[in-house]
């Protein structure tokens, strides 16, 4: 059965995963979506080169870098670059992206936010949400992990779940 994903506005991934046929399944525990994200502060650097941010490892500095963790703080990064005129980069696994060696004269918003939350679980299909700052092989293991099929062919590509 195909994945069925679709992006949200709150920067997570949604997807239905089928079961994986088992004898016994085991107990998972469901988190409030609301919870999985957790509260740190986000992280503001200048001048941070971002080839160690990149699977190519290719680019120059960045003029400022912001690291956020949950949904809020990434909504305020974006929001206070546009107020602010800047060009805006949101960057998270650092696949399928090229950043010249000059670097990138603005905001780069660094999606730090893991999470996964089961949000229904039924007999034989799960919805399940991911934090678009999770990286796309740990949801592939979790998947595994908790009988839920339709993601292994995504195993060892690089990147998040939400962004490049």
């Keep these: ?3 069925a994903r679709s992006l949200s506005a709150n920067s997570v991934a949604h997807l239905i995963a089928p079961r994986m046929p088992a004898e016994s399944t085991p107990a998972r525990s469901v988190t409030a979506p609301e919870d999985y994200l957790g509260g740190r502060t986000c992280d503001v650097e200048h001048n941070v080169a971002l080839a160690g941010l990149t699977t190519l490892g290719l680019g120059g500095p960045a003029r400022t870098l912001v690291s956020v963790y949950d949904t809020r703080q990434i909504v305020e990064a ?3 670059a546009g107020e602010h005129g800047e ?3 949101i ?3 650092g696949s399928n992206v090229v950043v010249s060696d ?3 004269a603005g905001t780069v918003v660094l999606l730090c936010s893991p999470g996964v939350a089961v949000v229904t679980d039924g007999a034989e299909h799960a919805l399940v949400r991911v934090a678009a ?3 796309l092989d740990d949801l592939v293991q979790w998947c595994v ?3 839920l099929a339709g993601v292994e062919c995504l195993s060892g590509i690089p990147g998040s779940v939400g962004a490049t």
């Design 1 to 3: 059965m195909p994945l």
């Design 78 to 80: 974006v929001r206070k």
């Design 87 to 89: 060009p805006l980069l």
């Design 91 to 93: 960057l998270a696994g």
């Design 102 to 104: 000059a670097g990138f």
């Design 133 to 135: 700052g999770h990286a």
């Design 145 to 147: 992990a908790e009988s």
